[in-house]
């Protein structure tokens, strides 16, 4: 996810390509991310740590799939999610989209194939076998989610797995003192109706008091296409 503050608050591709300039962002959103909050988002979110936790999550994930050879996360931020799948999948081809300079370079740094740009109007070329998006839904415009869903579905493959905050129905939180920056609804729910071929595979949710590896409070939704 995100943040580990639900009310205080993840990017994939090819090679490296600049996100769009100021000016060149459909939203204030993306505006939002790609500059100094998302910045300091990479400061609180950086702790060797966490990588026990995306492990053992990714475990339990990708325990429920089978051959992911390759891998592609919208919103990959500096990679912790690619680098926890890639010590579960050592053959792996991992590849990220990120719209935060600072952080794709990170993610960059770590290995990882990193397309600079915001995911609103990339539709991909290839098709992945494992498709992630983590903490991303809940930051992007509503009236912008279908586009985002099928940039997901371009590169689909074979599995989705969407992370994110979920509520039954779509509401809005505010985020660190600001509003329209993090919104929670049932965006599994809506991937499965607009796409028929999907199927729900698993499902599970990360509670902050677990005993062991606990999260922020988040479902994830591993779904499949036919």
Same mark, same amino acid.
């Given at each position: 996810?995100?943040?580990?503050?639900?009310?205080?608050?993840?990017?994939?591709?090819?090679?490296?390509?600049? #996100?769009?300039?100021?000016?060149? !962002? &459909?939203?204030?959103?993306?505006?939002?991310?790609?500059?100094?909050?998302?910045?300091?988002?990479?400061?609180?979110?950086?702790?060797?740590?966490?990588? *026990?936790?995306?492990?053992?999550?990714?475990?339990? &994930? /990708?325990?429920?799939?089978?051959?992911?050879?390759?891998?592609?996360?919208?919103?990959?931020?500096?990679?912790?999610?690619?680098?926890?799948?890639?010590?579960? $999948? =050592?053959?792996?081809?991992? #590849?990220?989209?990120?719209?935060?300079?600072?952080?794709?370079?990170? *993610?960059?740094?770590?290995?990882?194939?990193?397309?600079?740009?915001? /995911? /609103?109007?990339?539709?991909?070329? $290839?098709?992945?076998?494992?498709?992630?998006?983590?903490?991303?839904?809940?930051?992007?415009?509503?009236?912008?989610?279908?586009?985002? !869903?099928? *940039?997901?579905?371009? #590169?689909?493959?074979?599995?989705?797995?969407?992370?994110?905050?979920?509520?039954?129905? =779509?509401?809005?939180?505010? !985020?660190?003192?600001?509003?329209?920056?993090?919104?929670?609804?049932? %965006?599994?729910?809506?991937? $499965?109706?607009?796409?028929?071929?999907?199927?729900?595979?698993?499902?599970?949710?990360? !509670?902050?008091? #677990?005993?062991? %590896?606990?999260?922020?409070?988040?479902?994830?939704? $591993?779904?499949?296409?036919?």
């Amino acid at each position: 996810m995100r943040d580990s503050e639900a009310t205080g608050g993840g990017r994939a591709g090819g090679a490296s390509e600049e #996100a769009p300039v100021s000016g060149g !962002y &459909i939203t204030e959103q993306e505006r939002f991310w790609a500059g100094g909050f998302g910045d300091a988002y990479i400061e609180r979110n950086s702790a060797p740590q966490l990588l *026990a936790g995306k492990t053992a999550l990714f475990s339990r &994930i /990708l325990e429920r799939t089978d051959n992911v050879h390759s891998v592609i996360e919208f919103g990959c931020n500096i990679g912790l999610n690619l680098a926890a799948m890639r010590w579960l $999948l =050592p053959t792996g081809e991992f #590849a990220g989209l990120e719209i935060n300079a600072t952080a794709a370079a990170e *993610a960059e740094r770590a290995g990882f194939s990193v397309l600079r740009r915001s /995911l /609103l109007g990339y539709r991909s070329e $290839l098709r992945f076998d494992f498709v992630l998006i983590s903490g991303v839904l809940i930051h992007i415009d509503p009236t912008h989610l279908e586009d985002a !869903y099928d *940039a997901l579905y371009s #590169a689909c493959g074979r599995y989705l797995c969407i992370a994110e905050y979920y509520n039954p129905e =779509p509401t809005e939180i505010p !985020y660190r003192g600001h509003r329209d920056r993090l919104f929670k609804r049932d %965006f599994a729910g809506e991937v $499965l109706d607009r796409f028929g071929d999907l199927r729900l595979v698993d499902y599970g949710f990360v !509670y902050h008091r #677990a005993n062991q %590896f606990p999260g922020d409070d988040f479902t994830w939704f $591993l779904l499949e296409r036919a």
